[in-house]
Nanobody
Framework: QVQLVESGGGLVQAGGSLRLSCAASGRTFSSYAMGWFRQAPGKEREFVAA????????LYADFVKGRFTVSRDNAKNTVYLQMNSLKPEDTAVYYCAASQKTTREIAGNWRAMDYWGKGTLVTVSS
């Protein structure tokens, strides 16, 4: 089992940056593909980014390509989401999640995830 705790959310102006972190418990972090998802008020949860176990494969939703970067440090049991050029429409609760499925299976599919953090709120003001 994996427990996930996100941090790094907050209030930022449009055009600004934030770096989200997700710390995982347990000694098997490197055996999980990791994903970032978000959910805005009144909207469905949506895929943001995914990263493979080794970090060699990274997949992104079209709306964040070129602005967000996902990375992981297996020695620190942590996955990151660097968010640049933030827009008001990026406002949402951001969740990290872990899955034993492949990166391509979890991309765009929140139902493929096995474990979830509680989320961290990102608010982008215009």
């Amino acid at each position: 089992q994996v427990q996930l705790v996100e941090s790094g959310g907050g209030l930022v102006q449009a055009g600004g940056s934030l770096r989200l972190s997700c710390a995982a418990s347990g000694r098997t972090f490197s055996s999980y593909a990791m994903g970032w998802f978000r959910q805005a008020p009144g909207k469905e949860r949506e895929f943001v980014a995914a990263i493979s176990r080794s970090g060699g494969i990274k997949l992104y939703a079209d709306f964040v390509k070129g602005r967000f970067t996902v990375s992981r440090d297996n020695a620190k049991n942590t996955v990151y989401l660097q968010m640049n050029s933030l827009k008001p429409e990026d406002t949402a609760v951001y969740y990290c999640a872990a899955s034993q499925k492949t990166t391509r299976e979890i991309a765009g599919n929140w139902r493929a995830m096995d474990y979830w953090g509680k989320g961290t709120l990102v608010t982008v003001s215009s």
